[in-house]
């Protein structure tokens, strides 16, 4: 398709989009929006399936600050029954068979599930994170499985009535943005997830910079923010700036290989997530969503921008 035609085909689409009404997961609703139909709800099916037991997990954490050990064991039951939907298939199960043909029609990695699922077995087991490297080894499974879902359906290429696999390396692939979107999504939401009972911060980046995990409870409740805290935040956005830098990297040399609708889509996920990042100021900021969170309006210029940037050639 001509780079004119893949253009106005964009901006029709972008106009069909209701920016006021996109709340919940923006980012992915609306970068997905420019794919075909058919890879739209594999991504759609992935994700519910994905959704159920990390809702599960969080929603009782929200209510009740922390899984007693006593109960870990119906969780970790749990997880391993949401796993088994995919590895065993002997009943009828509707919505186990849809997520099943789902991955064979679309050659989607059996580890994308199997990464998640350690990862919930994590959140079981464990109270937040000791260390840095403990919390980007979980975002294995929590950010970047999902996210290689996303960039293995954005890489397949039409070969008669199936699928060929990525010609690149889906989970490096995915790596670097999964990471940046995951650092800039736990700045954004640092309140709204403290007052869930959700702490996503190291603990010892936390004791590092003079803080407690009562006093992020406290600053989350409205507390003045202090010094020790902006150090935090300064870290985190240092650490999140890398991996920012390796997104550019890793879209300038996958992007050749991919389709224009889903070239623009990456471009598009790590496009609005930079906005919120560059809205983050560990000097004078004061975290809170309305501070952080992009105006429909601004988000829609944004997109704008994106598809006019977008190199096709």
Not at 33 to 53: G, L, N, P, V
Not at 99 to 121: G, Q
Not at 160 to 182: H, K, L, N
Request: aromatic share 12%; proline share 4%; with cysteine.
């Amino acid at each position: 398709m001509k780079t004119k035609a893949c253009r106005e085909q964009f901006l029709k689409i972008f106009d069909s989009i209701d920016f006021e009404s996109i709340i919940d997961h923006p980012n992915i609703l609306i970068a997905a929006r420019f794919w075909d139909y058919d890879r739209y709800c594999a991504a759609k099916t992935c994700y519910r399936f994905m959704r159920k037991i990390d809702d599960l997990i969080d929603n009782y954490k929200a209510a009740n600050k922390r899984i007693a050990p006593e109960e870990r064991k119906a969780f970790l039951t749990d997880v391993g029954l949401w796993l088994q939907m995919v590895v065993i298939s002997d009943n009828c199960n509707p919505e186990k068979e849809a997520l099943i043909k789902t991955m064979e029609h679309f050659r989607i990695p059996l580890w994308t599930l199997e990464s998640f699922a350690k990862s919930m077995i994590y959140d079981i087991n464990n109270d937040g994170f000791r260390t840095l490297e403990d919390f980007i080894d979980y975002s294995q499974g929590a950010s970047v499985a999902p996210a290689s879902i996303f960039v293995h359906l954005s890489g397949l290429k039409q070969s008669g009535d199936g699928y060929r696999e990525p010609e690149f390396d889906v989970r490096e692939a995915a790596t670097p943005c999964a990471i940046f979107s995951y650092l800039v999504h736990i700045i954004r939401d640092f309140k709204k997830d403290q007052l869930n009972n959700l702490n996503y911060f190291a603990d010892d980046l936390v004791r590092k910079n003079g803080l407690s995990r009562q006093d992020l409870n406290d600053i989350a409740h409205g507390s003045q923010v202090p010094g020790g805290f902006r150090n935090l935040i300064r870290e985190y956005h240092g650490i999140a700036d890398k991996y920012r830098k390796k997104t550019i990297e890793i879209l300038k040399r996958i992007g050749p290989m991919m389709e224009p609708a889903y070239r623009l889509s990456l471009e598009m996920i790590f496009s609005l997530y930079l906005m919120v990042f560059e809205r983050i100021d560990p000097e004078n900021g004061s975290f809170t969503s309305a501070e952080l969170n992009p105006l429909p309006a601004e988000t829609r210029q944004r997109v704008f921008d994106t598809i006019l940037n977008l190199n096709i050639e």
